[in-house]
C-alpha cells in the first residue's frame, strides 16, 4: 500500500512564492504527478517527476528525492487564480504489472490580496 | 478541453438503487480510471482498465463494478447504492499508465 502525505491547507499573498510538500511511503515507485483542482472542476496536469531533481514549467516547478520519499511543488508569482487545491500523486506498480496513480488528499492553496 | 466526457453531469438516487455512470476516452487512449472523490478528500482509486480487461482494482467492495468497451468507452456500476457513495465520480484516461487527463465527473448523490 502507500502512504501519502500532504498539508490540509496553506494560505499565502498575491505574488508571493508557495512550496507544498509531498511526503510518501511506497513500495514499487514509478513517478510522482501533481495536479491542480479548481473547486468543483476536474483535476488538470501539473508536473511529473520520476528521477531526482527539479523540473521547471513557467511558474510551477516541482522537485523529487526518491530516497527521502519527499516531493514540493513550488508556485512562484502567486495569483488570485491559483487558489486551488493541489493534489499529490504517486505511481506504483500494482500485481500483474500495472501503473496506478494513487492520490492524497490534496492542499487546500488560498491566494489573498 | 482534455476529451474525456462523463454522464450523467449529476444524478440522484436512493439507497438500495443500482447506478451506471459513463465515460468516453480521449482519442488515442486505451486505459481507463475510475476514481471516487468525497468532498475535502483526494480522488480514491476505484479500478483500471486496459484493452478491456480490468488490470487494478482498489480497496472497494464487489458492489462496485466496470467495464471497458473494444472503442475503449467504459462504465462504472454500482449496486445496492449506500449513503456513503454520495461523491464526485470521475474517469481519467490515458496512454499505457502515462499522464492521467481527467473528466468533468458524474456527482452522485444517495438520499
Known amino acids: 500500500g502507500q502512504n501519502i502525505d500532504q498539508p490540509t491547507e496553506m494560505t499565502a499573498t498575491e505574488g508571493a512564492i508557495v512550496q507544498i510538500n509531498c511526503t510518501y511511503q511506497?513500495?514499487?515507485?514509478?513517478?510522482l504527478f501533481w495536479y491542480q483542482q479548481h473547486a468543483g472542476e476536474a483535476p488538470t496536469f501539473l508536473s511529473y517527476n520520476v528521477l531526482d531533481g527539479l523540473e521547471e514549467k513557467g511558474r510551477f516547478s516541482s522537485f523529487l528525492s526518491r530516497s527521502k520519499g519527499y516531493s514540493y511543488l513550488l508556485l512562484k508569482e502567486l495569483q488570485m487564480k491559483d487558489s486551488a487545491s493541489y493534489l499529490c500523486a504517486v505511481r506504483d506498480r500494482a500485481s500483474g504489472g500495472s501503473y496506478i496513480p494513487t492520490f492524497g488528499r490534496g492542499t487546500s492553496l488560498i491566494v489573498h490580496p | 478541453e482534455t476529451g474525456v466526457t462523463q454522464s450523467p453531469t449529476h444524478l440522484i438516487k436512493t439507497r438500495g438503487q443500482q447506478v451506471t455512470l459513463r465515460c468516453s476516452s480521449q482519442?488515442?487512449?486505451?486505459?481507463v480510471s475510475w476514481y471516487q472523490q468525497a468532498l475535502g478528500q483526494g480522488p480514491q482509486f476505484i479500478f483500471q482498465y486496459y484493452r478491456e480487461e480490468e488490470n487494478g482494482r482498489g480497496n472497494f467492495p464487489p458492489r462496485f463494478s466496470g467495464l471497458q468497451f473494444p472503442n475503449y468507452s467504459s462504465e462504472l456500476n454500482v449496486n445496492a447504492l449506500e449513503l456513503d457513495d454520495s461523491a464526485l465520480y470521475l474517469c481519467?484516461?490515458?496512454?499505457?499508465?502515462?499522464?492521467?487527463?481527467f473528466g468533468e465527473g458524474s456527482r452522485l448523490t444517495v438520499l
Open positions: 482519442s488515442g487512449h486505451n486505459t
Open positions: 511506497t513500495s514499487g515507485f514509478n513517478g
Open positions: 481519467a484516461s490515458s496512454l499505457a499508465g502515462g499522464e492521467l487527463f
